[in-house]
């Protein structure tokens, strides 16, 4: 690795983030391997313990590195990516990128909306909606804690929603309730992990996730799904396209 230049404007931290980064993207160190320690990095770049602690903690708080107390901090998997340019389904972005994806149900159950899935639902006071939680995973590594609500009146037995996971949601509705979804509105924003969803997302509280909330909508334009979901930030990354 290049040394870093002391008297550049660029913080000492920052330029050493930019060491570690590249000798990753080079393939010097994959996934999985053990990076030099804290005294490691001071030794080699004359940095102080602080310096070095910063560059590993914002390279953890990206998911490019991982912490393993007691012995070490080691290279992360590469996110998952995934386009927001069009209509997408979970499953299949994993299916096409190679990985396998599982989903665990947490729970099935009828439940009386809030004010704000009745909006996005667009149902009466008196209108119940089905909950199905669940995590959704990749090669058996958790990426997603989502909820998905669902009209009551689309859904005559529950127990029919236990085959999600076998075939996708939207497939489910496709095949068994006619219901062919055809676009979706979706909306995020940054949150740090609450305790309860690190539990069931096998990482750590406190690190940045992404709340994704999408209103899904059949051809006729109906509403037919509103989910909730918390997206890991060191497992998953959204982009987009200008043009």
Not at 2 to 27: A, F, T, W
Not at 78 to 100: A, D, I
Not at 164 to 187: C, H, M, P, W
Request: proline share 5%.
């Amino acid at each position: 690795m290049k040394p870093l230049q002391y008297e550049s404007v660029i913080p000492l931290y920052h330029q050493l983030m930019e060491r570690l980064k590249d000798s990753i993207e080079k393939g010097h160190w994959i996934p999985g391997d053990k990076i030099p320690s804290e005294n490691q990095l001071m030794d080699r770049f004359g940095v102080s313990r602080n310096t070095a602690k910063k560059a590993i903690e914002e390279l953890v708080q990206e998911g490019i590195l991982y912490r393993i107390q007691g012995k070490g901090t080691f290279v992360a998997k590469p996110k998952l990516q995934q386009s927001l340019m069009g209509f997408y389904s979970f499953s299949k972005v994993l299916k096409e990128k190679g990985l396998n994806p599982k989903d665990v149900i947490l729970k099935i159950e009828e439940v009386k909306p809030t004010a704000k899935i009745r909006e996005a639902l667009q149902l009466g006071e008196d209108e119940n909606a089905i909950e199905m939680k669940r995590l959704r995973c990749a090669n058996n590594e958790p990426y997603i804690l989502e909820s998905s609500f669902i009209p009551k009146n689309l859904i005559p037995n529950m127990d029919q929603l236990k085959k999600v996971g076998d075939i996708s949601l939207y497939d489910l509705f496709a095949q068994e309730f006619n219901i062919v979804v055809t676009r979706a509105k979706e909306a995020f924003e940054p949150v740090l992990i609450r305790s309860e969803e690190s539990e069931y997302l096998q990482t750590e509280e406190g690190l940045p996730g992404l709340l994704l909330e999408r209103t899904a909508y059949d051809v006729n334009g109906t509403s037919v799904e509103f989910c909730i979901s918390i997206v890991r930030g060191d497992r998953c990354r959204f982009y987009t396209e200008l043009t």
